[in-house]
């Protein structure tokens, strides 16, 4: 969620959760549903979006980058559909019922849907893309967004068969479902909108590997080409029959792997849309007469990641005071108006101001302060449990083509001058190669750049995805293997709240342990931005910080 005040984000959030009655389907009131409902058809000319490489094949279940990501979403419909501000439509669902106490839920799939090489959508199409999702024999990275279903724990065994299901689905007929929970969950009915539960056709199965690099859409795009480190083309999906009108005739991903040429091909009419701003154009891109740019409170939160397997920062005493001094050794204020033209907020906590549950007075939330003396003290009582190493720099790593180089740089800096140590940030080409690196857990004893934009609505996105223990290891985004039983359980209590208000508060005390143990240290929320050519009419970037593709057109 991005856009909307406080009382809309909560107002949203409660939608979801009573299942997505007739009140919170397509035919609401929202800006969101007005323009997803419209009645234009748009034109069939293609527009040119910047896009960076994905860094794996196509398949929903295995795309948690932003880069696969877009794609991804584009080409997928799922049960539910979120609009601009985050609010929950039934899309490809009628109806999701669950039990009094949150265990069981009943879905009832819309009449009618078919994937775009005919094959209609199935009760199957996603029980059995959810099963595959779940089984350890296929190593996918969005496994864990299934762990809450029963028979997970079986499919995660290594010697699981291959085609095992999921005990917890059951096929009730061609348009029903029911899903048994191993734990009550409060936000299930959001989380399914997420990619990772996209349902997939017959033919997936026949040879994944072949879908990954072609694969079939159920959403209003399809797919056409992917020429590797050059584009992605997709096309408007003729057979879709959802609410999402698409306003052009396609979208052409370009990848770039410098941000600030992708810039300038937009101000020279060359690229018709940019979804991000290099750091030389951040302080004029609005006032900039080559370009209409785009600049609004966003939801996704920059870090970086630590991981417990780096030489003094594992997550006891010492490793505590060291994640703590270096947080408070940046100068995240000076950094964000010099760095970033001021186009992001501080940070306070763990999710984001527009997400409900966000707090700004979090137990610990002072670490994320910049203070030289209290920083100094931190690594001085660090260095009394055992000494670093004088020789010993600390580092950083982040994708050089994603525009960070100057901000990495800043905070090394800016923790040389404050604790008197070596600090250096090292660059990585492309996000494909970096993300690939991070995945084989290469970057043992060095930080490296982490970002989270929330999968659904909801701070419970933010911290299950990246810090929760059933994430670890490979089987999800927490990608420093953080564990914590005491965190892991106030997750669980939130899942079994029963409104929105007591989830926070869990949430919340949740973020608290996290202030102290810091697996990731929070830099800022950033701002969504973007530039359209001059010509390009419709850019605007959804609650989770993608384009809204289907609302880009060009002026006639």
Request: charged letters at 20%; aromatic letters at 10%.
């Amino acid at each position: 969620m991005k856009k909307g005040s406080q009382l809309t984000l909560v107002s949203a959030t409660i939608c979801a959760l009573a299942l997505l009655a007739s009140g919170c389907g397509s035919g609401s009131d929202t800006k969101g549903a007005q323009q997803s409902s419209s009645s234009q058809s748009g034109n069939n000319t293609v527009v040119s979006v910047h896009g960076c490489e994905p860094a794996k094949p196509l398949i929903p279940s295995n795309t948690v980058e932003s880069c696969g990501g877009q794609v991804v979403d584009a080409i997928n419909a799922k049960l539910v559909r979120f609009d601009d501000q985050g609010k929950a439509h039934n899309d490809l669902a009628s109806e999701i019922k669950g039990n009094d106490d949150m265990t069981q839920y009943k879905v009832t799939l819309v009449d009618g849907r078919k994937f775009s090489d005919g094959t209609p959508i199935t009760a199957t199409s996603f029980t059995k893309a959810w099963s595959w999702a779940a089984n350890v024999n296929n190593g996918q990275l969005g496994s864990s967004f299934f762990a809450n279903i029963k028979g997970y724990d079986d499919l995660q065994k290594q010697g699981a068969p291959a085609d095992g299901q999921l005990s917890g689905l059951k096929v009730v007929d061609d348009k029903t479902f029911t899903v048994d929970l191993s734990s009550p969950s409060s936000t299930f009915p959001i989380q399914v909108g997420y990619t990772a539960f996209a349902p997939l056709p017959e033919s997936f199965y026949k040879d994944t590997k072949a879908f990954g690099e072609k694969p079939i859409s159920s959403g209003p795009y399809k797919f056409e080409s992917w020429q590797h480190n050059a584009m992605v083309k997709l096309r408007k999906n003729t057979t879709y029959k959802g609410d999402v009108k698409v306003q052009n005739g396609g979208i052409d991903y370009k990848v770039y792997t410098d941000v600030a040429s992708a810039y300038s091909d937009v101000q020279a009419g060359n690229l018709d849309a940019i979804d991000t701003i290099p750091t030389s154009a951040q302080k004029t891109f609005m006032t900039d007469n080559l370009v209409q740019g785009y600049n609004k409170p966003g939801s996704v939160l920059q870090m970086f990641t630590i991981p417990t397997t780096m030489e003094h920062f594992g997550q006891d005493e010492e490793g505590h005071l060291r994640r703590q001094a270096i947080s408070m050794a940046l100068d995240r204020k000076m950094l964000i108006d010099k760095v970033l033209g001021g186009l992001g907020v501080q940070p306070t906590d763990f999710t984001a101001p527009t997400i409900p549950g966000y707090s700004k007075n979090l137990k610990g939330s002072d670490n994320l302060k910049y203070n030289a003396k209290k920083a100094k003290d931190a690594w001085a009582k660090a260095d009394a449990i055992s000494k670093w190493p004088a020789d010993k720099s600390f580092q950083m790593v982040y994708n050089a083509d994603g525009g960070a180089k100057d901000f990495y740089d800043g905070m090394a800096n800016s923790i040389k001058n404050t604790l008197g140590i070596k600090a250096e940030a090292t660059p990585v080409p492309t996000f494909s190669e970096f993300r690939g690196n991070v995945n084989k857990r290469a970057y043992k004893d060095a930080a490296f750049r982490s970002a989270w934009s929330p999968d659904y609505p909801s701070p419970e996105s933010y911290l299950l995805s990246n810090f929760a223990s059933s994430a670890a290891d490979g089987n999800g985004s927490n990608d420093g293997d953080y564990k914590n039983p005491e965190f892991d359980d106030l997750l669980k209590q939130a899942a079994k709240a029963k409104d929105t208000s007591e989830a926070n508060k869990l949430f919340q005390q949740a973020e608290e342990i996290l202030l102290q143990d810091m697996p990731a240290v929070p830099l800022y929320y950033a701002n969504n931005k973007g530039a359209s050519a001059k010509n390009v009419q419709g850019l605007t970037l959804g609650w989770n910080s993608y384009p809204n593709l289907a609302e880009l057109s060009k002026k006639k």
